[in-house]
């Protein structure tokens, strides 16, 4: 019976799915932060007044085109295609021999990155111009204004859309089995392959899979409403 098949790979293999389960919530969650972390500094970036004249228009003119080369590459390539690419090409063109767990959290990295720059960019752009005037009339610098009036406002409100993207790198990561990355779908294409229960051993995995997205999206909920404070106020004298 199917379900007695599910017990015994249950039984056999659960040290190797917990660990397939560990590496794929580790490399998602360093990999997220690290993007969500180029992302603010790039959707920052993207978002600062051109000068008429001068070097310092020149400069963000040739940042901001590196930027967007940056960000389309990323965004219009799948994450497959940049592992193979990023982890063989590494050491076809600079002799450089990546560590697979290292060559995992770097490409999630830089591909959330290029996603979260273009998320923060319209948390910016959602805020009420009329806060950066008053902000400059009192005499803050952009970035001034980015740090104490903004970006506070911009980290609530991409907030839902940066747990999404994690959620998403938790089942992307199952691309980088291409390159030997023993996450939980590498794990359980190894257990499959030794019991030939395909079914069942990929059943399993799909609840370890939903038990981790589940669990993510409580903790995110939980971490918005603390945020959102309390819903009845009582005013203080």
């Given at each position: 019976?199917?379900?007695?098949?599910?017990?015994?790979?249950?039984?056999?293999?659960?040290?190797?799915?917990?660990?397939?389960?560990?590496?794929?919530?580790?490399?998602?969650?360093?990999?997220?932060?690290?993007?969500?972390?180029?992302?603010?500094?790039?959707?920052?970036?993207?978002?600062?007044?051109?000068?008429?004249?001068?070097?310092?228009?020149?400069?963000?003119?040739?940042?901001?085109?590196?930027?967007?080369?940056?960000?389309?590459?990323?965004?219009?390539?799948?994450?497959?295609?940049?592992?193979m690419a990023i982890f063989y090409g590494s050491s076809l063109l600079f002799n450089y021999d990546m560590d697979r767990t290292f060559a995992a959290i770097f490409?999630?990295?830089?591909?959330?990155?290029?996603?979260?720059?273009?998320?923060?960019?319209?948390?910016?752009?959602?805020?009420?111009?009329?806060?950066?005037?008053?902000?400059?009339?009192?005499?803050?610098?952009?970035?001034?204004?980015?740090?104490?009036?903004?970006?506070?406002?911009?980290?609530?409100?991409?907030?839902?859309?940066?747990?999404?993207?994690?959620?998403?790198?938790?089942?992307?990561?199952?691309?980088?089995?291409?390159?030997?990355?023993?996450?939980?779908?590498?794990?359980?294409?190894?257990?499959?392959?030794?019991?030939?229960?395909?079914?069942?051993s990929f059943f399993v995995a799909s609840v370890l899979y939903l038990i981790m997205t589940l669990t993510v999206t409580k903790i995110l909920?939980?971490?918005?409403?603390?945020?959102?404070?309390?819903?009845?106020?009582?005013?203080?004298?």
């Amino acid at each position: 019976m199917t379900y007695e098949w599910i017990i015994q790979i249950i039984t056999d293999n659960w040290p190797m799915f917990l660990r397939g389960a560990g590496i794929t919530l580790y490399i998602s969650l360093i990999g997220t932060i690290i993007g969500a972390a180029i992302g603010l500094l790039a959707g920052v970036i993207r978002t600062i007044p051109v000068p008429e004249r001068g070097l310092k228009r020149w400069l963000l003119k040739i940042v901001n085109g590196l930027l967007t080369v940056y960000i389309e590459c990323f965004r219009g390539t799948p994450m497959i295609v940049q592992a193979m690419a990023i982890f063989y090409g590494s050491s076809l063109l600079f002799n450089y021999d990546m560590d697979r767990t290292f060559a995992a959290i770097f490409i999630v990295s830089i591909n959330t990155g290029a996603y979260m720059a273009e998320i923060v960019r319209g948390g910016i752009y959602s805020v009420d111009k009329g806060q950066f005037e008053a902000a400059h009339a009192i005499g803050m610098t952009h970035w001034q204004t980015m740090r104490n009036v903004v970006l506070p406002q911009v980290i609530r409100h991409i907030l839902p859309a940066t747990g999404n993207q994690f959620i998403i790198n938790i089942k992307d990561t199952s691309v980088l089995n291409v390159i030997s990355v023993s996450e939980l779908y590498f794990m359980t294409k190894s257990i499959a392959g030794n019991n030939f229960r395909y079914f069942e051993s990929f059943f399993v995995a799909s609840v370890l899979y939903l038990i981790m997205t589940l669990t993510v999206t409580k903790i995110l909920q939980r971490i918005e409403k603390r945020l959102d404070g309390p819903e009845s106020y009582t005013l203080q004298r």
